[in-house]
């Protein structure tokens, strides 16, 4: 029998399921789980207007971690693009560079096949960066990005806040490459429908700038993709769009 662990990646393993009754703070979510008010720590500080509904069916998981809060917001349900049956979002943002780790470790990405992770959390010019790589032409420095916004016409969309931090870790990028380092930057989309990804000028145009500025000197841009749920699974790789094209509106159908 094959190893299931080579296409799934283990995401819940007790799940807790429950609904939300509303979004009390920057990381921290008031749920209702079989009729009791409890309050879930929200491991994402992006808006996520359009996931984070009252009465949207939740899973959690008690914290791993310890914490004020009991349980872990992990995944939301939505509708899918474009038909609306439902599915599974992941919110948990610290969870990118763990799927792209395991990505790598079998040999998914195909930019990173040979490579082998060397460290976590490497600190470039004050800058923590999530992954040091060591592959066939030396070191190759990579960030990774949670996103979970589509658009109307199912464009996966980062960032859904301004982040002047991503923007640092593009400068960073730059620099490494300049240097000549490989520097990545990856979207790890964490949903199914998503048909391509363009970064969300409107909402950060900086960002956006920066992201054209890193591609034309050299930094590499990947866009994957994964069905989530209890087990995420890949689900391939999406075209990157620059320039971006307008936003017209979020796409929200549950």
């Known amino acids: 029998m094959k190893d299931s662990s080579n296409y799934f990646f283990r995401l819940v393993r007790e799940p807790v399921y429950g609904t939300l009754?509303?979004?009390?703070g920057r990381f921290t979510c008031l749920v209702n789980i079989e009729g009791f008010q409890r309050e879930a720590y929200l491991p994402n500080s992006g808006r996520l207007e359009e996931l984070?509904?009252?009465?949207?069916?939740?899973?959690m998981e008690k914290r791993r971690q310890k914490g004020k809060r009991l349980y872990d917001l992990l995944l939301t349900e939505t509708g899918c693009?474009?038909?609306?049956?439902?599915?599974?979002?992941?919110?948990?943002s610290r969870l990118p560079k763990n799927l792209l780790i395991w990505c790598i470790e079998r040999g998914i990405i195909e930019e990173f096949k040979g490579a082998h992770p060397v460290k976590e959390e490497v600190e470039v010019e004050g800058i923590r960066?999530?992954?040091?790589?060591?592959?066939?032409?030396?070191?190759?420095?990579?960030?990774?990005?949670?996103?979970?916004?589509?658009?109307?016409?199912?464009?996966?969309?980062?960032?859904?806040?301004p982040t002047k931090r991503g923007s640092e870790h593009l400068r960073v990028l730059m620099e490494l490459r300049k240097m000549g380092a490989g520097?990545?930057?990856v979207f790890v989309i964490m949903r199914e429908d998503a048909k391509g990804f363009s970064p969300f000028a409107q909402r950060d145009p900086i960002f956006a700038e920066?992201?054209?500025?890193?591609?034309?000197?050299?930094?590499?841009?990947?866009?994957?993709?994964?069905?989530?749920?209890?087990n995420m699974r890949y689900a391939g790789r999406v075209n990157l769009i620059l320039p971006p094209p307008a936003f017209k509106g979020a796409f929200s159908e549950s």
């Open 183 to 185: 520097a990545y930057i």
């Open 52 to 59: 984070l509904i009252p009465g949207t069916r939740i899973v």
């Open 81 to 92: 693009y474009p038909s609306g049956r439902p599915i599974w979002v992941c919110v948990d």
């Open 129 to 161: 960066l999530d992954l040091l790589l060591k592959g066939d032409e030396g070191d190759i420095y990579v960030e990774t990005k949670s996103v979970n916004l589509i658009d109307l016409y199912g464009i996966a969309r980062f960032p859904d806040a």
């Open 21 to 24: 009754i509303k979004r009390i």
């Open 210 to 230: 920066r992201l054209s500025e890193a591609k034309g000197r050299g930094v590499r841009l990947i866009a994957i993709k994964f069905s989530s749920g209890i």
